[in-house]
């Protein structure tokens, strides 16, 4: 052998080690795809960490809540394992686990699309789902891990890394991949007081606002005429509204208050039993019912509104001597109503009452302008 040959064999040769060197060396390459049309929804769940009666919000920090994650997988390989790894920033580098979080109480809540799986939660901050392995149809699916506690500090974001297995323990045969991001927050807290309510308004009539609430801001004049000058023959008739509501928990009661009808020292006299009206006798009386023509030639009167229920939201009523149709009376100081409809007083939303008042005259009644002031006193009990 030349000096030539040996050149170029030792030539050959080193090219040789150097091209095995170059396949040994080359990296690995991961074929993970990735996941697609993934979320993570912070839900509430049952804890209550500040020990308020109040649940706690799905994005409460330190708040013992649920997550669900929804994603679309790309690949129908074998899926043994999904894995949900928290962590403070969302790249490949190595993952710190949120300050505060707690994921070894979580419990598989729902699951859907691919399903079949049980929870594992040993580690913290990096539950894993887990079943036999078998082939999936890509598309759509959600998981709800139930009862995790959140990191604790407020308004901050944190990322959860998603990865699916062939294997059954979340740590070989890597399919596809993908991070989600969600956000604790602080709770915004507001506060009021209700205080003890009554609203009570009367007037000659009372209207209701575009919900059908009574509104006593439409409350007219309470200067009342009768439908038509006194007489034997027929009776004069009036009426009058007043509306209520209030929160006291035993309710109100109204009471009407003041005289007869009177023109100087006569007097048109009071019903001071429940009667119905008798044309051609002196009688001055009222009562909060829809009365029919036996009271005269127009009707008068309604029943209250809205009508009360038996939800006790609406509890309002006409008492004793003045709920009977066609029954007058008029005894000052007298209980006309009160909000115990169903049963013992309580609290009511409004509602709109009418008075229809009577008059009948002998024919003997002394000529004059009658009249008299009523007042109407609603007492709450609270």
Known sequence: MNVRELSVRVLLSGILVAATVTTILQPKMVSAAQITSRSLTLQSGTGDANSDGIIDGGAKAGGLVNHLFQFTLPSSTSLGSIKFEYCTIASVDACVTPTGLVTTTASLGSEAGATGFSIVNTANGAPYLTRTASAVTPGAVSYRLNSITNPTTENKTFFVRIST??????????????????STSRDIILSGVMP????????????????GIPDCTTATSGAIQFNQLFSPTDTATAKSQLAASTNAGSGY??????????????????????ATGSKGVGQFGMNLKLNTTATSTTPVGAEIAPTSNAGLSLRGQALGDYSTVDTFKFGSGESVANSAFGGSGGPTNAQIYTASYIVNVSGSQPAGTYSTTLTYICTASF
């Open 253 to 274: 009661v109204i009471t009407v208050n003041g005289p007869t009808l009177t023109s100087g020292v006569n007097t048109i006299p009071a019903m001071s039993t429940a």
């Open 165 to 182: 297995y062939t294997s059954t323990n979340a740590t070989t045969g890597l399919i596809d991949t993908g991070s989600v991001a969600a």
């Open 196 to 211: 003890e309510s009554l609203i009570f308004c009367t007037g000659g009539d009372i209207s209701v606002n575009g919900g």
